[in-house]
């Protein structure tokens, strides 16, 4: 067995790059934690916006699967970037307005959630129950599969085991989250958010100029099946469907328009004027447009720097593929940066739904419940709500299931299925029926696990996102209730 100083001999550029890293995470959460603040700036929700908009599935998951299907995959991070524009430019006017509105200036950041706003907004507190539950157990399935994937790319920088990575995150990241709440979350998602930009820009640049252009044009590189490419890769039909391309990546990016714990950054900044607006707009979009397009490119520029003999092991292991860019292009010391840029996209994820998740159990379920629960008790029990809601997912993911990707497309068709209308369509209605807001979300719950379900079972294919059928169902019951209850309240 290695000795501490003979693994410390061999990693200390890593240990010495992530001590930065995680000395940066500390110091922002002690500024936030001995400075409260009320209003946010725009810089810092444009970044905190941009710091849990990607995560390690952007860096990992979507970025090396270009490798599989080619130039066609573009047309995913057109989507992305189009799902940018309309959450910022569409909805956060809209939103931002609405929250001043509904819910004052008078909460605590802390206290501000998505489920509070559904409930004071159409004055029903059934609609907050029912938030708080979906957020509360598919925030559980999600923060499950992000200890997975940071687990391993922690393991990676420092050459330690798969399980003292995930132990080492998890102390980590309840530290600095229960102790400065959602303003270290603020603050550390700003120092992540400018590292994730360096990290993206630096690999795109060193793909591009190590990349040999003419293996990607006519590729000797062979697929699962042993079957040369040949021009497949800059083909936009040979490896995918434009059309299912565009389905896969819409699903995706219809749960990020929704998902509480971006939805919150637009909560937060309720008390935003115009110019502010328009900085984190302008801010936010612009690093969404710069930067994803080059993540979901690499995938295709690999196939000019990974050597043909191993092309067929990455067409099964898409999310390789970048570590493995970054090993051969870079040294220890800046391999180390651009890992622990991926590291960042996982904790800004984490550490936001760690919050989100205790807020709806603690605000949103216990105190709502008490009623008049002092303020301070309240603050007390959500840091500790921290511990317990990374606690679970962390044991589990000390010995995770196999494949852990059904249970996140789960947990996030949940969110864009139950909360697309309450959230988006609800910003359009002056007088929203109370009714709509609960039924929508639950039969849009209801869709998303049957259909899951289905496809288990195999009795459904796997071509449908079951976002789109739980969007689908959710939008039909709240079209129908609001028709229905104006013609009721019309005829009394």
């Not at 930067?291 to 390789?320: C, K, R, W």
């Not at 010391?333 to 989100?356: K, M, R, T, Y």
Request: with cysteine; aromatic share 12%.
């Amino acid at each position: 067995m290695e000795s501490p100083g003979d693994w410390l001999a061999e990693n200390w550029i890593p240990v010495a790059v992530l001590g930065v890293f995680v000395g940066l995470m500390i110091v922002s959460a002690w500024r936030a934690n001995s400075k409260r603040e009320r209003h946010p700036g725009a810089i810092t929700i444009a970044l905190s916006f941009y710091a849990t908009f990607l995560s390690t599935n952007t860096f990992l998951g979507q970025a090396g699967f270009g490798y599989k299907v080619g130039v066609v995959w573009m047309l995913g991070a057109l989507v992305f970037v189009v799902c940018g524009w309309f959450a910022w430019f569409v909805i956060a006017p809209h939103m931002v307005r609405d929250a001043r509105e509904t819910l004052g200036d008078e909460l605590g950041l802390d206290q501000v959630t998505v489920p509070g706003y559904l409930r004071c907004k159409y004055k029903n507190p059934l609609a907050g129950y029912l938030a708080a539950v979906i957020i509360f157990v598919a925030s559980l399935l999600y923060i499950l599969a992000v200890f997975k994937g940071i687990g391993h790319i922690f393991a990676q920088i420092l050459n330690v085991s798969y399980e003292t990575a995930v132990l080492s995150v998890f102390v980590l990241v309840v530290f600095y989250t229960s102790w400065g709440m959602i303003g270290a979350i603020l603050h550390t998602d700003t120092v992540q958010g400018v590292l994730m930009v360096v990290g993206a820009v630096v690999l795109f640049g060193a793909a591009v100029y190590h990349a040999d252009w003419s293996l990607i044009a006519q590729s000797p590189d062979v697929d699962a099946n042993g079957r040369t490419l040949g021009t497949d890769l800059v083909s936009w039909n040979a490896l995918m469907s434009p059309l299912y391309v565009l389905g896969l990546s819409l699903g995706t990016g219809i749960k990020l328009i929704v998902a509480p714990r971006l939805v919150v950054r637009f909560l937060l900044f309720r008390h935003a004027g115009p110019e502010a607006l328009r900085t984190a707009q302008w801010l936010a979009f612009g690093l969404m447009a710069l930067t994803i397009p080059m993540l979901f490119g690499l995938g295709v520029m690999a196939h000019g720097i990974v050597p043909t003999g191993q092309s067929g092991y990455f067409f099964e292991n898409t999310d390789q593929v970048v570590p493995y860019i970054v090993e051969q292009l870079f040294g220890p010391a800046l391999g180390a940066v651009i890992l622990g840029s991926f590291l960042c996209a996982a904790l800004s994820s984490i550490d936001s739904v760690l919050h989100v998740a205790g807020a709806a159990l603690v605000v949103d379920l216990w105190a709502e419940s008490k009623k008049d629960v002092p303020l301070p008790t309240v603050e007390r029990f959500q840091r500790a709500s921290i511990f317990l809601v990374a606690a679970l997912p962390a044991w589990v993911a000390l010995d995770p299931p196999a494949d852990v990707v059904p249970l996140t497309a789960f947990s996030g068709a949940l969110f864009g299925g139950c909360f697309f209308a309450a959230l988006v369509i609800g910003l359009w209605r002056k007088k929203p029926n109370r009714a709509s807001v609960p039924i929508s979300i639950f039969v849009g719950a209801i869709g998303v696990l049957g259909w899951f379900l289905a496809q288990q079972q195999g009795l459904v294919g796997s071509d449908v996102h079951p976002v789109i059928v739980g969007l689908g169902t959710s939008l039909l019951a709240y079209a129908l209730t609001e028709y229905f209850g104006s013609r009721a309240g019309a005829a009394a």
